[in-house]
């Protein structure tokens, strides 16, 4: 959806690494994100073991950092820019909120985010973080994010860098 998007807008795309950080009861409900030099679990998950926390955010910022040299991405900036948070979709905003908290410390012009599907309670929640919101579709009945997909497969690294590389293209190709 970002390749999609920036090869729209003729603009650079950049992968902002950040992970859901799951219960370890249900991986589909996030506790927390991850990103690669920085974590935050919410409040009220005391049933939690902070064991659990430690390992699982030391192997997400593991793989998130060899995702990130798998890419060969030029530094983010965002100074001064408008920048667009795309993601498949929102069921508690927390990777959203930190991708925003972020991208904020980089002191851009806006934020946008845009997804096709979240939750009510979340978009709620996200709204005030951001100069705009955009999303297709607010169901009355959230479960899960997958849930409004029929094709729901993870992206893998070579299809990400095959966007970069498709969305650099493009962009010399423009000038």
């Not at 859901?20 to 996030?30: G, I, M, N, W």
């Not at 972020?102 to 012009?109: F, H, I, N, S, V």
């Not at 309670?121 to 409004?148: M, N």
Request: proline content about 5%.
């Amino acid at each position: 959806m970002a390749a999609e998007i920036a090869s729209h807008l003729g603009w650079p795309m950049h992968v902002l690494s950040v992970k859901k950080l799951s219960h370890p009861d249900s991986p589909e409900y996030a506790i927390g994100a991850v990103g690669l030099h920085d974590h935050f679990v919410t409040e009220g998950h005391g049933d939690v073991p902070k064991d659990y926390v430690e390992r699982e955010v030391h192997r997400i910022q593991q793989l998130l950092a060899r995702r990130e040299l798998s890419y060969h991405q030029p530094p983010l900036d965002a100074r001064g820019k408008t920048v667009i948070i795309v993601d498949d979709g929102i069921a508690t905003g927390l990777t959203i909120r930190f991708a925003v908290r972020t991208l904020r410390a980089q002191k851009p012009r806006s934020i946008i985010v845009a997804v096709p599907v979240a939750a009510s309670a979340a978009l709620r929640e996200l709204h005030s973080l951001v100069d705009e919101f955009i999303v297709l579709h607010v169901p009355a009945c959230f479960g899960a994010v997958g849930e409004w997909y029929e094709n729901f497969t993870e992206v893998t690294d070579d299809e990400v860098q095959r966007c970069l590389d498709t969305t650099a293209t493009e962009r010399i190709d423009r000038t």
